[in-house]
């Protein structure tokens, strides 16, 4: 039976893992953290990822456990709206809405089909042999006829793969996720300021996931994140101030946001795979970073299943056609969309607005038809 090294536990790693155990490998999981601990925030699944979800029978449970993103879209801080979205039109246009749900459901949901004994905690990856298949642990050596590295945005196999290749760069803008408690069932939204960007996604169990960005130089941080969210959004409209104040100043998360601006040449070198974050970085604007990975894991593990049934090595050159020039696209249309939540000065933050309300004024279909090429994909190159 053939061997897959799986490096990382986020989204990306347990998505290979079970996906590559569902078409006959084992696996190794190799996690550095003592713990699976995701980090406690929201994620939109949109239609695309769900597809590739259901291949591996874990769609359905995804869309029990979640909440339906429903009626919402882009709003001004004062409240005015500026484009809206129409929940049937995107599920006769989709197949699907696009659901909510807390990252560590994603997580359990995965971590629970993982096969007895495939997780090893505490598995500090210090190198990797791409061509022999071979990965150097602080526990010692295990080799596999195939890696994959979910390693992250910093991911030190993605250097070992491409030295030299330019570093994710820093997207000028900073971010605040925080997931509290909910009142009168908020209707999802974002909302677009000068520089600034809040966000508003329900979820199940009347809980509330919250996001927010501002353009800052990289590397700053206040005393108190939560007292920064409020004096940044605290006078704009409802429900933002009141889900702030109810907010655990100690949930509150912040971090800078990096994309790979330079897309890899491949995603592949010998018998080791990038997937998700270690392979294409991306800005949140477009909500298809962990979409993404979660694709990147079944296209990978049908090609890797279908070299089980034909007994040859996995075609990872195939993997990456299938994935590189999509993943370049979604990434480079989320920065602009990202270039687009920064802009500050009046006059510009006028024309955008006029912009998006123009878009929305066409109608539902007009609006979602720049998605179809994310939605509408297939989750792998068979279906």
């Given at each position: 039976?053939?061997?897959?090294?799986v490096?990382?536990?986020?989204i990306?790693?347990?998505t290979?893992?079970?996906?590559l155990s569902?078409e006959?490998w084992?696996?190794?999981?190799l996690?550095q953290?003592?713990a699976?601990d995701?980090?406690?925030?929201?994620?939109a699944i949109?239609?695309?990822?769900?597809?590739a979800l259901d291949?591996?029978?874990?769609g359905?449970?995804?869309?029990?456990?979640?909440a339906?993103?429903?009626?919402?879209g882009?709003?001004?801080?004062?409240g005015?709206w500026?484009s809206?979205s129409?929940t049937?039109?995107?599920?006769a246009r989709y197949?699907?809405?696009?659901?909510l749900?807390?990252?560590a459901?994603?997580?359990?949901l995965?971590?629970?089909?993982?096969?007895a004994?495939?997780?090893h905690l505490?598995?500090?990856?210090?190198?990797v042999?791409?061509a022999?298949?071979?990965?150097?642990?602080?526990?010692?050596?295990i080799?596999?006829d195939?890696?994959?590295?979910?390693?992250?945005?910093?991911?030190?196999?993605?250097r070992?793969?491409f030295?030299?290749?330019?570093?994710?760069r820093?997207?000028?803008?900073?971010?605040?996720?925080?997931?509290g408690?909910?009142?009168?069932s908020p209707r999802?939204?974002?909302?677009w300021?000068?520089?600034?960007?809040?966000?508003?996604?329900?979820?199940?169990?009347g809980?509330v996931?919250?996001?927010a960005t501002?353009?800052?130089?990289p590397?700053?941080?206040?005393?108190?994140?939560?007292?920064?969210?409020?004096r940044?959004?605290?006078?704009w409209?409802a429900?933002?101030p009141a889900?702030?104040?109810?907010a655990?100043?100690?949930?509150v998360?912040?971090?800078?946001?990096?994309?790979?601006?330079?897309?890899?040449p491949?995603?592949?070198r010998?018998?080791?795979a990038?997937?998700?974050?270690?392979?294409h970085?991306?800005?949140?604007?477009?909500?298809?970073g962990?979409c993404?990975?979660?694709?990147d894991a079944?296209?990978?593990?049908?090609n890797?299943?279908?070299?089980?049934?034909?007994g040859?090595?996995?075609?990872?050159?195939?993997?990456s056609?299938?994935?590189?020039?999509?993943t370049?696209?979604?990434?480079r249309r989320s920065?602009?969309?990202?270039?687009l939540t920064?802009?500050?000065?009046?006059?510009?933050?006028?024309?955008?607005d006029?912009?998006?309300?123009?878009?929305g004024?066409?109608?539902?279909?007009?609006?979602?038809?720049?998605?179809d090429?994310?939605f509408n994909r297939?989750?792998?190159?068979?279906?």
């Amino acid at each position: 039976m053939s061997h897959a090294v799986v490096i990382g536990a986020g989204i990306g790693g347990l998505t290979s893992a079970v996906a590559l155990s569902q078409e006959g490998w084992t696996v190794t999981v190799l996690e550095q953290a003592a713990a699976i601990d995701p980090i406690g925030s929201g994620l939109a699944i949109a239609p695309n990822a769900l597809r590739a979800l259901d291949t591996m029978g874990i769609g359905d449970e995804v869309r029990k456990l979640s909440a339906i993103q429903g009626e919402g879209g882009i709003r001004r801080p004062d409240g005015r709206w500026l484009s809206r979205s129409d929940t049937d039109a995107m599920m006769a246009r989709y197949g699907d809405p696009v659901v909510l749900l807390l990252r560590a459901t994603l997580v359990d949901l995965l971590a629970v089909r993982l096969p007895a004994g495939a997780l090893h905690l505490n598995r500090r990856v210090e190198s990797v042999d791409p061509a022999a298949g071979r990965v150097v642990t602080n526990e010692g050596t295990i080799e596999g006829d195939l890696i994959v590295a979910a390693d992250g945005i910093r991911s030190a196999t993605r250097r070992t793969l491409f030295p030299g290749h330019p570093e994710p760069r820093y997207a000028g803008v900073t971010s605040w996720r925080v997931v509290g408690p909910g009142s009168d069932s908020p209707r999802a939204s974002e909302t677009w300021g000068a520089g600034t960007v809040f966000g508003v996604m329900p979820l199940a169990g009347g809980q509330v996931y919250c996001y927010a960005t501002a353009t800052v130089p990289p590397g700053l941080r206040a005393s108190s994140e939560k007292d920064e969210l409020i004096r940044l959004f605290g006078d704009w409209h409802a429900p933002i101030p009141a889900l702030l104040a109810a907010a655990d100043p100690g949930a509150v998360l912040r971090h800078d946001i990096y994309s790979l601006d330079t897309p890899l040449p491949a995603f592949h070198r010998g018998r080791t795979a990038l997937v998700g974050d270690a392979a294409h970085p991306m800005t949140p604007n477009l909500g298809q970073g962990a979409c993404q990975a979660i694709e990147d894991a079944v296209v990978l593990a049908r090609n890797a299943g279908a070299a089980v049934k034909a007994g040859t090595a996995v075609d990872l050159a195939a993997y990456s056609r299938a994935r590189v020039a999509r993943t370049t696209r979604i990434v480079r249309r989320s920065r602009a969309i990202c270039r687009l939540t920064r802009w500050r000065r009046g006059p510009a933050v006028a024309v955008r607005d006029a912009m998006l309300l123009a878009i929305g004024a066409l109608g539902t279909n007009v609006a979602f038809r720049q998605f179809d090429d994310v939605f509408n994909r297939p989750a792998s190159p068979d279906r």
